[in-house]
C-alpha cells in the first residue's frame, strides 16, 4: 500500500535515479532527439523533491498532485506535460481513497490513457507508452503488492524499445534510423517503476 509517506518516498528515489543518471538519459536521447531528456527530468525532479520536502500533505492523491502540478511546471520538452499528464491521472484516481494494489491497478491504467490521449499515441510508436502499458497490465494481472515483478515488467518493456521504429516524438524524424535505439522517456520511465521497488515499507 501507499501512504503519504512513502509516496513522498518513491518520489525522492526516482529524483535521485534521475539526477543519478542525467548523463545517461541525455546520452540516449542525443542519439534519437535533441539530448536533453536527462536535463529535463533531473531539474524537473529536484523541484518536484524539494516541494514535498515543503509541503505538508493530507493524503496520496494529494502528494501525486504537486508532484504532477511541479512537473507541468518545472520539466521541459515533451516529456513535461506527458508526466505531469500520468501525475495527475493516477492522483485524481486515488482521491480519497486508500492505494492497495487494486487502486494501484486503475492509477496506472488512467496515467496510461491519459498519455495516450495527451501524446496522441498507442503502444509500439517507442514511446514511454511502450513501458506504462506493459506495467498496467502487470499490475492488474498479479492483483497483490508486487513492485518488483512491475518493475521487471517495465526493465523487458524498456530495453525492448531499441528494435522499435519511432512513429511519434522527434525521434519520429529519423525514421528508420531511430531503430538501435532504446527510447530515452521508456527507460527514464522505467526508472520511476525502479523506484518504486526500492521503496520500503509500502508491502
Ligand atoms: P523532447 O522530445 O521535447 O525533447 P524529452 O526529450 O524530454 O522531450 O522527452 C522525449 C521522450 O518523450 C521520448 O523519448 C518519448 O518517450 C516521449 N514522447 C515524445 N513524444 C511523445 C508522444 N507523442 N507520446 C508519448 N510519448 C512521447
Ligand atoms: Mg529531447
Request: one cysteine or more; a negative charge.
Amino acid at each position: 500500500m501507499l501512504n503519504v509517506e512513502n509516496t513522498i518516498q518513491w518520489m525522492m528515489i526516482t529524483n535521485e535515479k534521475y539526477q543519478e543518471q542525467k548523463d545517461y538519459l541525455t546520452s540516449l536521447d542525443r542519439a534519437v532527439g535533441d539530448g536533453d531528456h536527462g536535463i529535463n527530468m533531473a531539474r524537473g525532479f529536484k523541484e518536484v523533491a524539494s516541494a514535498l520536502e515543503e509541503g505538508s500533505f493530507s493524503d496520496v492523491s494529494d502528494v501525486l498532485k504537486k508532484a504532477a502540478m511541479t512537473v507541468m511546471s518545472k520539466v521541459g520538452g515533451a516529456s513535461g506535460p506527458l508526466y505531469g499528464t500520468a501525475f495527475l491521472k493516477m492522483s485524481t484516481a486515488c482521491k480519497g481513497r486508500d492505494v492497495d494494489a487494486s487502486v494501484f491497478s486503475e492509477m496506472v491504467q488512467e496515467a496510461l490513457e491519459g498519455l495516450k490521449q495527451r501524446g496522441k499515441a498507442e503502444v509500439g510508436e517507442k514511446t514511454m507508452i511502450d513501458v506504462w502499458s506493459p506495467v498496467a497490465e502487470a499490475v492488474k494481472e498479479e492483483g497483490t503488492w508486487e513492485p518488483v515483478k512491475w518493475k521487471e515488467a517495465a526493465e523487458t518493456a524498456m530495453e525492448a524499445t531499441e528494435s522499435l521504429q519511432a512513429t511519434k516524438g522527434r525521434a519520429s524524424y529519423l525514421k528508420e534510423r531511430s531503430v538501435g535505439h532504446l527510447d530515452p522517456g521508456a527507460v527514464s520511465s522505467f526508472y520511476l517503476f525502479e523506484a518504486l521497488a526500492s521503496v520500503e515499507g509500502a508491502e
